[in-house]
């Protein structure tokens, strides 16, 4: 059991059996009346974002989550399989587990961690900076700008992401999956 005095970013709970993510917090004490904890919570499985406030000393239900890598090995329709490479299992997850927009950006044999709730994975986090070829794009007309233009590319997992006009197909770009932003040409 931990009170609202430990909230700290990415501590977990568990609250009416639903598993949420601490990403914002703060305390208040308001001029008249009791203290208490303002909190945005977003849900481990759906990625939904909760609003709540928790009056001040309020205990709540801390839940560690352990953190196992695991590399994707491929999908048959329905389901994401997964598998640990700590005892070599398969896990297969749903696309709500893992998430839409995370989905963009994954591709076999990628390494990623496996957050794990009772012996079970629960949910995959990616890389935050992915590395993927890219396999459409529009060639690169110079001069067309004043300051460093960019064009709309596809990458080998379907996502689209803004990139300088020099880059090319074939090329190998690093992407923050995050903000969907170009970061680095990698390899031409």
């Known amino acids: 059991m931990a009170t609202t005095a430990d909230f700290r970013n990415g ?43 928790f009056r001040a000393g309020e ?33 297969p997850l749903t696309q709500e587990m893992i998430g839409e927009d995370q989905l963009r950006y994954l591709k076999e044999a990628m390494d990623c961690e ?3 709730h009772d012996g079970k994975v629960i949910s995959v986090e990616l890389p935050l900076f992915v590395e993927l070829k890219v396999v459409e794009t529009e060639p690169g007309v110079r001069g067309d700008t004043a300051q460093g233009g960019t064009k709309p590319a596809r990458l080998e997992t379907g996502a689209v992401v803004q990139v300088p006009l020099f880059v090319e197909e074939g090329n190998v770009v690093r992407v923050d999956r995050r903000e969907d932003k170009y970061l680095t040409r990698v390899s031409t």
């Open 114 to 116: 496996g957050l794990v």
């Open 59 to 91: 205990r709540v239900n801390e839940v560690r989550l352990e953190h196992r890598p695991v590399q994707y090995s491929y999908t048959d329709g329905h389901l994401y399989h997964f598998m640990d490479l700590q005892t070599y299992e398969m896990m």
């Open 11 to 53: 501590m977990v709970l568990d609250i009416d059996a639903t598993l949420y993510t601490i990403t914002y917090f703060q305390h208040v004490k308001p001029g008249k009346g009791g203290a208490f904890v303002r909190t945005k919570l977003k849900n481990v499985l759906s990625g939904q974002v909760l609003d709540r406030t």
